[in-house]
């Protein structure tokens, strides 16, 4: 008796059970998600439906900038091989659309044949058509760094309305498409030509959703002196401030990613450090890969219930029998008004919902009787995925990361960053003398010996009391001045000696230049009389 309560009662009280997070990602987009899309027409309006290679593929980079910016270039310089279909000029070469992507052995597949293998993640490009189709291939190569993520490369973003037309299809739409599957959008821009098209400038409002993907490179910065490129970087973050309209400033990184030599070298310790910086971004994808489908699956159902709302308030508005085209048209100007209701009896975000503009194009030519009334069941359903199933999911995230620490882009340019007396920082700062035989401090040990010994050291040693009279003359934050002194005071006595004293000396003018502090002393930096200690 009553069965069905008690069945309904244990589907609640039970949790879905996944082995990974992308299995519960994959299980919970079908069963809870994936119906509220198809009973209000989700698909329709804003995103096709999602497929199994969508929850199982490898992180996307996606790469977009006018042509001539060195989109393709900074592929090679990354995988430091050539990949079939490349072709690097100064004129606009690239014209497809390019997935590069691992492979046993190299090759390229044509767009009609990559659209229709259920492995890869593009079957939903079928929609653009052949126009677009023609224009898209996968070149696959057995790349180390093509193991952990793919690129994405795209046609040079041209000016004027005749190259947008001649294009043949929706080349915004497209890039839409990707920007909601990547893991990371890279805008490359030329310090040569920083003029944002008016086509690029509709490709950057595309990518409006996604400005947390969106990295910015300032690419060939090597060919300008140091003068105009602080010129040419305020000039860009400017002309980017008018596009995209967020309070945060986007990250540009600065630099010249390609492997010929540097044309104007006097940066050369910038572009190092900002190339780092880029690459552990691009590293770290890989990681974080689970948490950025988690976090777009939110995105997705968050807006597939502004939509079922929508929908619905249209259906509810629109007579029965008589004057629905009239209606229609009045619905459609007065969208703006159905959204701020929604807004209101909701407690809906206003970011939440769908561009105005885009969605009364789209309704134009829609058929309000075929939409369906509220369901209140479908959106419940998709509430509880978002309260509880997504809170469990999150736990396994973070679980997963911690099985897989190492999990990092490996090969070509990235080895060429970390290996070695090339990578990024060695010798300098707290790496000073590494490869030394002597010890680095002793150089300016006299110097430090000269002071030490004017604050009364009893028995070889000073307090910390006097150390410190000596150490805050620097300037430096307490917070400094103590981790300095913890690094310093090797033998943990709670006193220094002259060749801890000289130490910390060291350690302050390697902050005072500028350096990070290590975390823990580095063995070249060890006081030769403690070496025994360690």
Known sequence: MFSWVSKDARRKKEPELFQTVAEGLRQLYAQKLLPLEEHYR???????????ADFDNKPMVLLVGQYSTGKTTFIRHLIEQ???????GPEPTTDSFIAVMHGPTEGMVPGNALVVDPRRPFRKLNAFGNAFLNRFMCAQLPSPVLDSISIIDTPGILSGEKQRISRGYDFAAVLEWFAERVDRIILLFDAHKLDISDEFSEVIKALKNHEDKIRVVLNKADQIETQQLMRVYGALMWSLGKIINTPEVVRVYIGSFWSHPLLIPDNRKLFEAEEQDLFKDIQSLPRNAALRKLNDLIKRARLAKVHAYIISSLKKEMPNVFGKE????????NLGEIYAKIEREHQISAGDFPSLRKMQE???????????????????TVDDMLANDIARLMVMVRQEESLMPSQAVKGGAFDGTMNGPFGHGYGE????????IEWVVGKDKPTYDEIFYTLSPVNGKITGANAKKEMVKSKLPNTVLGKIWKLAD??????????????????IKVKLEGHELPTDLPPHLIPPSKRRLE
Not at 42 to 52: G, I, Q
Not at 370 to 377: C, I, T, V
């Open 42 to 52: 989700f698909h329709e309006f804003h995103s096709p439906a999602l497929e199994d």
């Open 82 to 88: 050539d990949f079939p279909g490349m072709r690097i």
């Open 326 to 333: 009239s209606k229609k048209k009045e619905l459609v100007n």
């Open 362 to 380: 789209l309704l134009q030519t829609q058929d309000f009787s075929k939409f369906q009334a509220l369901k209140p069941k479908l959106l419940d």
């Open 429 to 436: 700062g707290a790496g000073e003398g590494i490869d030394d």
């Open 490 to 507: 090797v033998d943990k006595d709670g006193l220094l000696d002259d060749e801890e004293f000289a130490l910390a000396n060291h350690l």
